[in-house]
């Protein structure tokens, strides 16, 4: 791959890129537009988020790519395995190890720190596009901070069944002023927006940088009688024992028997490895599996 | 007194056309002003200049903004105005369609305006839905329905519902009851003067309609091809019509 | 006992691998060559060059044969190649009037200088397949006339000159670029065009079919098709003068469609303006359509609502690299949301039980 530059893009285009993200940055949930590149992924399969990881990525940084939480999905191995072709930066599954984690859909279990970057992939950054379908209108409405529509939403869900029943991609205000989409992530995470570390918006079909400083205010929204609520299957992790953590759901028989595992793999790795063990679990093994 | 809205020489064209030219009027707290005249007459051109909706070629209109007192809105930026839309203002169009929130619960679109203004708390909010719908005559055990359930007249009053819940101080109509039966007319009419009297809003209603304005109207403007021929109060102006159009105006309704 | 899933990278290791296999099918037929593509698939070539806004025959022809023919995939592939090229700065306009023309027709008039050139045309051929195309053999010539010498100007101008067809009014402002800037809206015509140029062949198509059965419709004629070579110039600082660099093969098309007026101005015809890379004439008809459609409000006539009006909803679905990535992302993990709507769903299902229970004891 000598034939592309560090991490595929020019510098320019990197540059580009940077200055989209500085200004977003500077105003927090605002979506910056910027002209994203045909990369050698398809849109939709977190282009956007390439485009910015190669943007902050220097040849010291260490990376990790998880997609559902799990580094060895395809698709995070795919991205990984493209970054160490085009960048050849270090790559790791340890989320402690890692300077920039690039993510679909999950925030790591494990809090990251001030000097992390969280990278998302983002398919569709407009938290209204559902409600308004027009980008020159949805522009506007941001602009002019006119946000009764997003609430009618929430209303008419509890009007029909009784709860919010926005489960991902959540909408979020941040600093009091944007209504954002946090990008499709279980609204499990949403407390955990307000991090130490920056977190970066990368939508590239639809052409959007945006961003979140370090301990930025965001705040779900809802309804004073009808609070924001973290919720998760309620079980514990079958393997490592972890009640905390986000879960995924595994069918094991046609008969209706399920475990539940941690959706954070390396999380789970790492509970293993100091010796917890969940109800269906194994005693850890240095790589198991 | 101040005046809640003053217009000062409103004009808008259309190329060479006059949409409507040289208007100038005040209104004050609590009062209802008419305008009439047939189809072309330049008043609903005129209405949507007052409300903002079309931006006039020449002229002020002045509000008594809460914080500022009276100021232009021509000239007053985007978001101020809009801002206005949904706090201090209300607009009651003909069609219910262009209003309301078609695929949104009856509850949802009264609460809408509320929680524009920062309403965050869902019983509060469809309590007051549930309050406004009784007022318009709309059953409780209807808010979960979406306006396309309703008939013509349930929608127009749904409408009304959903502009007045905020208690805007100022409150333009474009032929509320147009398009609706005479029967249905007749309730709408009765209803808009209860809420008007109860609440002492103020009120622009712009129709071709005179017993609506009769009914509703303190004061009348009379417009012909984009011109005030005449002003005055409605008793006045329908009993002793001075301009020749306005006495043609009169008689066509009284001969009917 | 469960084990979590692993093996990613080696389960897409072998799967680039039978892909490979695949591509290549069974072993003893010929492999197909860059040049028998490029020569033989022309028109494939062709619409990959157009769509992948790359006019590189050879380069076409490897994604084609790359993709196993799956002209959109070979898009992608010509896209993601040309991003990475440096951008050495903008050609001087090309001089569609100074085209060699290899094909040349009007819908308008019968006959105009530089006359009507069908050239090489599926247009009157009878569509019976021809059994003999499957055993080799060798072809005759074609038979061949004098070249015409001569200007070949474009027809619209006939009617220009007669004021009959509204004038483009010529313009010095640099257009935005498309693949540099983000799309903005609303967008000018030359932003556009440039969006139509290298949008999907069927989106197009299907958007000018539309206006053509009545949603916005704009009576459109072929004023002119013209297919050819034109060459392609530019300023070198160094230089102080513009070189012809080389020579790009373009469809242009200019529809006369239905005339204005008002008052103050006498009827007119309008156009419609489509060019695209290489033989490309479908996609060029299609474009002008849709370029007319879209200028409804600079032309002052009224928006019916039609899809080919709506400058919003075709700048944004054109792009068949976006619409296929998009769409096919869909395929990729969505686990932990769908877990998130089963909790939730579940949730409220006991709940919606648990009242029904109630109201029924």
Partial sequence: MSDYNFAYLDEQTKRMIRRAILKGLAVPGYQVPFASREMPMPYGWGTGGVQVSAAVLVPEDVMKVIDQGADDTTNAVSIRKFFEKTAGVATTEHTRDADVIQTRHRIPEEPLREDQILVYQVPIPEPLRFLEPRETETRKMHALEEYGLMHVKLYEDISRHGAISTAYAYPVKVEGRYVMDPSPIPKFDNPKLEMAAVQLFGAGREQRIYALPPYTQVVSLDFEDFPFEASKADHACDLCGCNTSYLDEVIMDDAGGRMFVCSDTDFCRERRAAGHVGAQGAPYEEDAA | ?256 | MYVAVKGGEKAIDAAHAWLAERRRGAKEVPELSIAQIREQMTLAVNRVMAEGSLFDPDLAALAIKQARGDLIEAVFLIRAYRTTLPRFGYTLLVETAKMDCIRRISATFKDAPGGQVLGPTFDYTHRLLDFKLAAEGSLPDAPKAEPHIGPVPHITEFLNKEDLIQQEPANDKEPRDLTREPLDLPADRALRLQSLTRGDEGFVLGMAYSTQRGYGRNHAFVGELRIGTCAVEMEIPELGFAIEIGEVELTECETVNQFTGSKTEPPQFTRGYGLVFGQTERKAISMALVDRALRWKELGEENVGAPAQDEEFVLYHADNIQATGFLEHIKLPHYVDFQSELELVRKMRAEAMGTMQEAAE
Avoid at chain 2, 132 to 159: C, H, K, N, T, Y
Avoid at chain 2, 186 to 198: F, H, I, K, S, Y
């Fill in chain 2, 1 to 256: 007194m101040t005046p809640l809205f003053q217009v000062k020489s409103l004009g808008k064209y259309y190329g060479s056309r006059i949409g409507c030219e040289d208007v100038s009027f005040d209104l004050y707290p609590g009062e209802v002003m008419g305008i009439v005249g047939e189809s072309g007459s330049g008043k609903s051109t005129l209405l949507n200049c007052l409300a903002g909706h079309l931006e006039p070629d020449t002229g002020e209109v002045l509000f008594d903004t809460r914080v500022g007192g009276l100021r232009d809105t021509v000239t007053m930026s985007e978001p101020e105005r809009r801002m206005l839309g949904r706090t201090d203002w209300a607009f009651v169009y003909q069609h219910a369609r262009d209003g309301l929130r078609m695929g949104v619960s009856a509850g949802g679109n009264v609460g809408e305006r509320l929680m524009a203004v920062g309403a965050r708390h869902y019983g509060d909010i469809r309590a007051q839905a549930i309050d406004w719908l009784g007022r318009v005559e709309i059953a409780e055990d209807r808010v979960d329905d979406r306006p396309s359930a309703f008939s013509g007249g349930m929608q127009q009053r749904l409408q009304i519902a959903r502009n007045l819940v905020t208690g805007p101080r100022l409150v333009f109509m474009d032929e509320p009851t147009g398009g609706l039966d005479v029967s249905v007319q007749a309730r709408l009419l009765d209803l808009l003067r209860g809420l008007v009297r109860e609440m002492g809003l103020s009120a622009i209603i712009v129709t071709h309609d005179l017993a609506v304005v009769r009914l509703l109207a303190d004061r009348l403007m009379v417009m012909k091809d984009g011109h005030v021929v005449e002003t005055g109060l409605t008793d006045q102006v329908l009993d002793d019509p001075q301009h020749g159009y306005t006495q043609l105006l009169v008689s066509s309704v009284l001969q009917v």
